[in-house]
């Protein structure tokens, strides 16, 4: 078979006035960025707004392995299911970091004949919008490092008569706001800012990855760029002396960093191998961040379709949960239904039994005590009210009889239903069963609910998501994370949902707790809040939000030949 690099460069791909065409939108309402991509103007919304909106269908997975579930190829092979049935559809997705693009797996646009086009230009760089991100972020930390001098040097009264500006008083062990790049680079984790001759006053701080900035939040969760420019605004930068907010409004940035983001907020429009459109807006890792693609992608597409296939990040006690609590929340737009991701090889890994035998080697021991992984997913799914249609991702390596056994189980689970996926293989015509059958769950009668409400206190939220989002016992703050919930209660910010970040690589905070744990005891270690975005990040356990460079980076793979081909992308 060919690699998902020569499948790409082969296809022959549509103008993308043709495929804005195809999903109900005008030329006029596009900015090109060349032949196969463009913004789409925000403008479009008012002229769609009267349309009734499609069925919104989430893709998530079980809890990820090293092997990859798929869960992007699902999306996209779903996607061009759904097309090849006569339905009219779109995906909306996220835009790959280039952190995990270098780092752990190479490309995110998909694989083999499930792909967005071109994925080269998908996965570096695409319209831009992430890098807008970071230059928007890096803005704010150096104005709040800039003003922190210039009082510190002038001294209060001077400086307002130099500038005609009140102090801020910013208190140096209190500055909340850290950097952000698009790379995994574990040495600025932490730093100290400030130092030399006049660069003062010296204090710690960091960098995070881009994807986990609260503007990218903030970009997936805008209805409009005056919402953009409000929710810049209420940022909470730093606390000053007496301990009371300084935001980005006060610290009057917070309109130069909207102007860096206004063709940013447009989401950008590509298309599958098999011509249908897809949206991208905002970005991923639902382990550190919000990792849902945007509402206004989804508001577009949903208004132009009959049925919308977006992808939350990482599995569903991840990016399904945040979709949920944070992204419907915001958007009133709930999920008509969901598709679970999994493949044989991933219940075995997240079996917990070591073994010799290779992973794509069959195994009944393995693969039933793994199943425990994939059936508290669908039970997680089915909680919120959603029917649930799991997808098994199938490998070249997998025997028919594990198939079988995995689907006969499924069935005798909460799930919808259950239905093979060779998408990957051979494109359109591989999901059209799954296509089908999830056309089936998202018209049949559904009762979407929340996990929790906002006027719960805040340490009782933190324990219901603990108990019944992951199947702990409970929580235990640390003294830092118990002292920051006093002055989120104290300040006003209580009252927000949770986006937790914790370890993807386990339903609990530890990654060596494989299959579906209980009993354990969630360490919050941080609590994180996030005004412009609307909710509190909370730290559990050693998760940290700048990822590093693994011992074989997935950049000693790429390279670019002598007529400007990238290669090792996939």
């Known amino acids: 078979m060919l690699t998902d690099t020569e499948i790409s460069r082969q296809a022959s791909l549509q103008p993308i006035t043709v495929i804005a065409e195809k999903l109900g939108l005008r030329a006029d309402e596009l900015t090109a960025y060349g032949a196969a991509k463009a913004k789409i103007h925000l403008s479009s919304l008012r002229r769609l707004n009267d349309r009734p909106k499609g069925k919104l269908i989430i893709v998530t997975a079980v809890t990820p392995t090293p092997f990859g579930e798929g869960k992007t190829v699902t999306t996209i092979g ?14 909306c997705i996220r835009q790959p970091s280039m952190g995990p693009v270098f780092g752990v797996k190479g490309g995110a646009a998909g694989g083999g004949y499930a792909q967005v086009v071109p994925m080269d230009e998908l996965n570096l760089h695409l319209t831009g919008d992430i890098h807008a991100v970071t230059s928007a972020h890096n803005l704010a930390a150096a104005a709040l490092d800039s003003r922190l001098h210039h009082e510190t040097r002038l001294g209060a009264e001077n400086f307002t008569a130099q500038t005609g500006l009140q102090p801020l008083h910013i208190d140096p062990e209190h ?61 909470l930068l730093a606390l000053d002396k007496a301990g009371n907010p300084i935001t980005a409004e006060q610290l009057g940035v917070a309109g130069a960093m909207t102007a860096i983001m206004t063709e940013a907020i447009q989401p950008t429009l590509m298309q599958t191998l098999s011509g249908a459109p897809a949206l991208v807006h905002a970005g991923p890792f639902a382990n550190i961040a919000h990792g849902n693609s945007s509402i206004l992608a989804d508001e577009i597409a949903l208004r132009c379709c009959d049925y919308v296939v977006t992808e939350a990040g990482f599995g569903s006690d991840m990016g399904f949960e945040k979709f949920s609590n944070i992204k419907v929340r915001e958007s009133g737009d709930a999920p008509a239904a969901a598709v679970l991701v999994t493949t044989l090889k991933a219940l075995k890994a997240n079996s917990g039994i070591a073994s010799e035998t ?61 239905e093979l996926s060779n998408a ?26 929340l996990l929790y409400q906002l006027d719960t206190p805040l340490e009782a939220r933190l324990n219901r998501l603990a108990v019944d989002g992951y199947g702990a016992a409970g929580i235990s703050l640390s003294a830092k994370a118990r002292e920051q919930l006093q002055t989120l209660e104290a300040l006003g910010y209580d009252k927000l949902p949770l986006c937790m970040a914790k370890t993807p690589m386990s339903i609990s905070h530890d990654p060596l707790l494989k299959g579906a744990p209980s009993g ?12 412009g975005a609307g909710f509190i990040t909370v730290l559990m356990g050693s998760v940290m939000t700048m990822p590093g460079l693994g011992l074989k980076p997935a950049y000693l793979n790429i390279d670019v030949d002598a007529d400007g081909n990238i290669t090792g992308l996939a």
Not at 176 to 202: E, F, S, Y
Not at 424 to 449: C, H, M, W, Y
């Open 358 to 418: 290779a992973i794509t080697a069959p195994d009944a021991e393995r693969l039933a005590a793994g199943y425990a992984n994939l059936e508290w997913h669908i039970n997680n799914v089915s909680r919120y009210g959603v029917p649930v249609v799991v997808a098994i991702n199938r490998f070249p390596t997998d025997t028919e009889e594990e198939l079988q056994w995995l689907k006969q189980k499924v069935m005798q689970s909460a799930a919808f239903g259950c």
């Open 175 to 235: 500055i909340l706001w850290k950097r952000v790049m698009d790379h995994n680079d574990r040495a600025l984790r932490q730093i100290t800012t400030g130092l030399g001759h006049n660069n003062g006053p010296v204090h710690d701080s960091g960098f995070d990855i881009t994807a986990a900035s609260e503007l990218m939040a903030i970009l997936a969760l805008s209805r409009s760029l005056a919402d953009l420019r409000q929710r810049m605004g209420r940022i």
């Open 520 to 531: 354990f005891t969630i360490p919050v270690t941080e609590l994180q809040p996030n005004a």
């Open 78 to 91: 779903l996607t061009q299911s759904l097309h090849a049935i006569g339905k009219h559809v779109a995906a």
């Open 424 to 449: 990957f293989a051979e494109g359109p015509q591989g999901a059209i069963e799954l296509a089908r059958t999830v056309v089936q769950a998202a018209n049949s009668p559904s009762d979407f609910k």
